[in-house]
């Protein structure tokens, strides 16, 4: 219960954080980004079928059903290899329908949800630029920063999905809200990972993504970036 209240707290604090940023308009570059390129049609297409279905949400779900096969959750599917493979067919499903409801409601409200490197310096100021990426976006021709309603939702649309589509039956609305708290807090460390370790103009990851912009600043200032 403790352990839910604090994933449920860290969820609103990020929704706070996110909502000043949005409200307040900072004049940074990581709001106003400064020679921000609004990914094509193409470009869209291109990374919702490498998030949703490329290595890494296949190596995710598979992390991902290891430990719940340890932990034996839930204990109805109990263990082995048939087992893992329903656990792991659970977690790549439930990141699918987060992945693509997160998509397809970013292409209805005309955001940009992917992430884009802060053009800042100083360890803080790029963390604090990873959280709120958590549940912001970008919109318009200039990319301005917004407080994104699909960043919110998708997470927890695909727990629901998961908890009323293929889950045991004793699962209900409550189960999905927690396990939706854990798919957020996986974003927080996914664009943790993307701010200080995976990033840059030569990294595998950017190399798939976008002829290079998955995940860096804004071209304009990504020539002075790693």
């Known amino acids: 219960m403790l352990r839910n209240r604090a994933l449920t707290a860290s969820f609103l604090l990020l929704c706070s954080i996110a909502y000043s940023q949005n409200s307040e308009l900072p004049p940074d570059p990581a709001v106003s980004a400064p020679g921000y390129s609004k990914p094509t049609a193409q470009m869209r297409l291109h990374n919702y079928f490498f998030d949703a279905f490329g290595p890494y949400p296949i190596l995710g779900a598979a992390f991902a059903a290891g430990i719940n096969q340890a932990n034996n959750t839930p204990p109805e599917w109990k263990q082995g290899g048939v087992a893992y493979a329903k656990r792991f067919g659970s977690d790549f499903g439930i990141a ?17 949800t992917l992430y884009y490197r802060c053009d800042c310096s100083g360890f803080l100021p790029r963390l604090r630029h990873a959280f709120t990426s958590t549940v912001t976006a970008r919109r318009g021709e200039d990319g301005h920063t917004v407080f994104s309603i699909p960043a919110i939702v998708a997470p927890y649309a695909g727990t629901m999905t998961a908890v009323y589509g293929w889950y045991p039956d004793r699962y209900n609305g409550k189960d999905a809200f927690r396990m939706g708290n854990y798919t957020m807090l996986g974003y927080v460390g996914q664009n943790i990972a993307m701010e200080f370790i995976f990033s840059g103009r030569h990294s595998f990851l950017s190399k798939l993504h976008m002829g290079g912009r998955r995940g860096e600043s804004p071209p304009a200032a990504a020539t002075t970036g790693p």
């Open 96 to 112: 699918a329908v987060t992945t693509t409801t997160r998509y397809a409601l970013a292409e209805a409200f005309r955001e940009d």
